[in-house]
């Protein structure tokens, strides 16, 4: 749960979809499996397939352990598995809820997409209503601090994916 007057920041973790947990998980355990079979059916020979699952349940672990989204005082800061990415809050020029199935630091196909001067980023916070209602509060209160950023990321009304009234602008 996520405690929106820890200074430090907000963490919510990623949503994870059921059939991509599936996968996550049964990948490996094919290979391994099959292995103990060979082993058991033709002796050593089956050690190549339970290491190929042992492998690929490490891969899929490193790069995916943890997921999870920091709202700070002056930036958003995702990390999943070796990505470890920063979005400042001036470089935000709008947010909108996603089921964009791109590559991304996100367990789920219910995302959040933050379109920054350097590109959209993809995420998949656990409560995305709340992530983008604290990411407005967060925003709000580093512009009343004199950071060079405003931004307004305002929750819909509507059952539309964009969030409306974004805006995003760097003082002069």
Known sequence: MSDPTDPKGSVYPSKVDWWLAAI???APLVPTALGIYMCAA???WGLFAIFIGLFMAAV????TIPCRYRITDSAVEVKCG?????IEFRSILGIERSSNA???PALSLERVKIRTSRGPHLISPVRRDEFIAELNRRCKEAAIRGAATTCSCELPESTSNVVPNVVAT???
Do not use: Y
């Not at 070796?82 to 920063?86: G, N, V």
């Open 24 to 26: 996550l998980l049964i």
């Open 42 to 44: 033709f002796g050593w």
């Open 60 to 63: 899929m672990a490193v790069l």
């Open 82 to 86: 070796m990505i470890e990415e920063r």
């Open 102 to 104: 791109t590559s991304a």
């Open 170 to 172: 760097t003082s002069p």
